[in-house]
């Protein structure tokens, strides 16, 4: 063969290879769809705490192990089973037709979908649906059986969910859910729901009947009250009539009493105003008084107690500057005194006596003689005549009551420094 046709022959062959690689790949490749699940025999793996032999596939791709694995599948979708319970005693003993639909499938979640893969794996739809029918309709003979024909007539809801409670257990033992169950219809053959029925209508009846009765005396007590709720308006309307009168009247009255108040009060303040008047009044002609008093009495003893003060005063001037020039005299004479020594006294006597005796002589003519010495005549040597002597000295003892003689004959005597004194009449005027 030339070298063109084992070439050929070579492509034809590697060609052929390929092809049937790739249709080995294709069976070998597998696609699962949403509501399907895929299950790979053949080989362990652990689920939970378990090991089983299978992997499983939802939704996706993968390749299955040739030579080693085993591909089932199950489908998810809904099953719609049909219930029907004839003759089921429920409580109380009355049998009972319940007709009802519910939507079952295998459950698509682990580990439930697990108890599905054992228990239905390479059975058909059918068989399941069959099975999942017979497990609903013995539960739901068993919940009737608890329940009374009134509750089940009553609240279908209630009886429903009581039934897939009672399922559920042993749907998931199975590996289905139940998605629905609805109760379509109830019956019995005896009738009992029927007379339950009737006894219902007629409770609703009188319900009604008793209802439109109470209505009927709710409008007419609804009346009465609107009739009653009218007249204690009216009475309530005439009630605020009358306060807002007697309220008139009390506004009338204390304006009427503010008013006299106010007048009154006007009628005080004018007396007040007068009195206050009149005091203003008579303070002034206590003032009038006051001044009129002031310049025809006090003003002028103010003038003669000025002029008294005065003319005191230049009277007084005198007799203080004669008794001013008397001390100095008597403070020259006191010096004089001083200077003269122990005879000072008898000098100052002696320079008094000339003129006290020629003021005595002078008056001799006129003096009443009460009582006459006579002395003998004769002159003396000296010219002194002693009778003369003897009778001046006998006048001045009359008259001032000093003894002329008996002071002469004391003269020669030593006596003790007399203390100066001054004579009556100048210690007078000093203390004067």
């Known amino acids: 063969m030339n070298l063109p046709a084992i070439l050929a022959v070579v492509g034809g062959v590697v060609a052929t290879g390929i092809g049937l690689l790739l249709l080995s790949l294709r069976a070998l490749f597998y696609v699962c769809g949403p509501n399907q699940v895929l299950i790979f025999s053949g080989t362990n793996r652990r689920a939970g705490d378990r090991v089983v032999g299978y992997r499983i ?7 299955r192990k040739p030579f080693i694995e085993r ?6 979708t809904n099953m719609i089973i049909e219930l029907n319970a004839t003759g089921a005693y429920g409580k109380g003993g009355v049998p009972l037709n319940v007709q009802g639909v519910a939507n079952v499938k295998i459950a698509g979640h682990e580990p439930v979908l697990n108890n599905a893969i054992e228990r239905f794996l390479g059975k058909p739809r059918t068989e399941i649906m069959a099975i999942a029918k017979a497990t609903l309709e013995g539960s739901l003979r068993g919940v009737l059986a608890t329940l009374t024909p009134e509750q089940i007539n009553e609240d279908r809801n209630l009886f429903a969910e009581r039934l897939v409670a009672e399922v559920e257990q042993d749907m998931t033992s199975l590996g289905l859910v139940v998605d629905t169950l609805k109760i379509q219809n109830i019956t019995d053959d005896v009738k009992y729901l029927d007379s339950i029925g009737r006894i219902r209508n ?3 009846l009188s319900s009604a009947r008793v209802a439109e009765a109470n209505s009927r005396s709710e409008s007419a007590i609804r009346s009465a009250e609107n009739g009653l709720q009218e ?15 007697a309220d008139r009247r009390l506004a ?21 105003a007068k009195a206050e008047a009149e005091i203003e009044v008579q303070k002034a002609r206590i003032e009038q008084a006051r001044r009129q008093l002031e310049a025809d009495v006090i003003a002028p003893a103010q003038a003669e107690c000025e002029a008294l003060e005065q003319r005191a005063r230049a009277d007084v001037a005198p007799i203080i500057e004669d008794g001013r020039a008397r001390a100095a ?24 006596l000339e003129p006290i005796v020629r003021q005595l002589t002078a008056t001799i003519a006129e003096t009443h003689v009460d009582k006459l010495t006579v002395i003998g005549g004769g002159g003396g040597g000296n010219g002194i005549d002693a009778g003369r002597l003897i009778s001046l000295n006998t006048q001045f003892k009359e008259v001032f009551g000093i003894d002329v003689a008996e002071k002469l004959a004391r003269l020669g005597e030593p006596k003790p420094e007399p203390t100066p004194s001054l004579p009556p009449k100048l210690r007078e005027d000093d203390e004067g």
């Not at 596939?57 to 390749?63: C, D, E, S, Y």
């Not at 008597?330 to 320079?351: K, N, P, T, V």
């Open 231 to 245: 007249v204690q308006a009216q009475i309530e309307a005439q009630i605020s009539v009358a306060k807002a009168e």
């Open 71 to 76: 591909v089932d599948g199950l489908d998810l």
């Open 329 to 352: 005299a008597l403070d020259q004479l006191a010096a004089s005194w001083a200077l003269a020594g122990d005879r000072a006294r008898e000098i100052f006597l002696l320079q008094k």
């Open 57 to 63: 596939l939802k939704g996706g791709n993968t390749f």
């Open 202 to 204: 007629a409770e609703l």
């Open 252 to 272: 009338d009255a204390l304006s009427r009493r503010e008013a006299v108040v106010a007048e009154e009060n006007a009628a005080v303040a004018a007396l007040m």
